[in-house]
T-cell receptor
Framework: TQLLEQSPQFLSIQEGENLTVYCNSS?????LQWYRQEPGEGPVLLVT?????EVKKLKRLTFQFGDARKDSSLHITAAQPGDTGLYLC????????????FGKGTKLSVKP | DSGVTQTPKHLITATGQRVTLRCSPR?????VYWYQQSLDQGLQFLIQ???????AKGNILERFSAQQFPDLHSELNLSSLELGDSALYFC???????????FGPGTRLTVT
């Protein structure tokens, strides 16, 4: 069974701080996606990474896919209250026919 | 707004009952996925349809079934409901079988 472990589970920081959340697995994924979910709403896709070692930047968010395609990280620079939410990573294995395996998420709270 | 619509937004029903959740994918998307999200289990993949045909099954109970209609909308049927079925149910869609998934706003099911 493929599992994605996310850490930390909870993170509470002050506005302006930097943070990194991690997504780890013992399995290889053909692609990995990061989502952000707000309470009572559906996950919103932030980015997809597909190549080992790939780095993608989305304004203050930097996403990295591990060289072996087993892990990923999300770094947020100068966090803002609007970044508050549940960050989910999801992996797609080559044989999964598109269904995603989700981590349990990192719940981020950014206080003004 | 992801373009994926789900109805109803909230549903309260009693144990033993049967309910139907509806999902309309984004225009042009052929794949529909159903997920269940509970506090302790996180987002769990249930089932995928592609252009009317079932393509993948995840942790879907035998009491649950789904179908995708010729107009590509999908319905998830939950029967003999138990208290433990209370959860958020999300539908997602993608263009192909392996593409990035876009989530609807979810249906919150409460079984009393």
């Amino acid at each position: 069974t493929q599992l994605l472990e996310q850490s930390p589970q909870f993170l509470s920081i002050q506005e302006g701080e930097n943070l990194t959340v991690y997504c780890n697995s013992s399995s290889v994924f053909s692609s990995l996606q990061w989502y952000r979910q707000e309470p009572g709403e559906g996950p919103v896709l932030l980015v997809t990474v597909v190549t080992g070692g790939e780095v993608k930047k989305l304004k203050r968010l930097t996403f990295q896919f591990g060289d072996a395609r087993k892990d990923s990280s999300l770094h947020i620079t100068a966090a803002q209250p609007g970044d508050t939410g549940l960050y989910l990573c999801a992996g797609e294995s080559g044989g999964s026919q598109g269904n995603l395996i989700f981590g349990k998420g990192t719940k981020l709270s950014v206080k003004p | 707004d992801s373009g994926v619509t789900q109805t109803p937004k909230h549903l309260i029903t009693a144990t033993g009952q049967r309910v139907t959740l509806r999902c309309s994918p984004r225009s042009g998307d052929l794949s529909v996925y159903w997920y269940q999200q509970s506090l302790d289990q996180g987002l769990q993949f249930l089932i995928q349809y592609y252009n009317g045909e079932e393509r993948a099954k995840g942790n879907i109970l035998e009491r649950f079934s789904a179908q995708q209609f010729p107009d590509l909308h999908s319905e998830l049927n939950l029967s003999s409901l138990e208290l433990g079925d209370s959860a958020l149910y999300f539908c997602a869609s993608s263009v192909g079988q392996f593409a990035e998934q876009y989530f609807g706003p979810g249906t919150r099911l409460t079984v009393t």
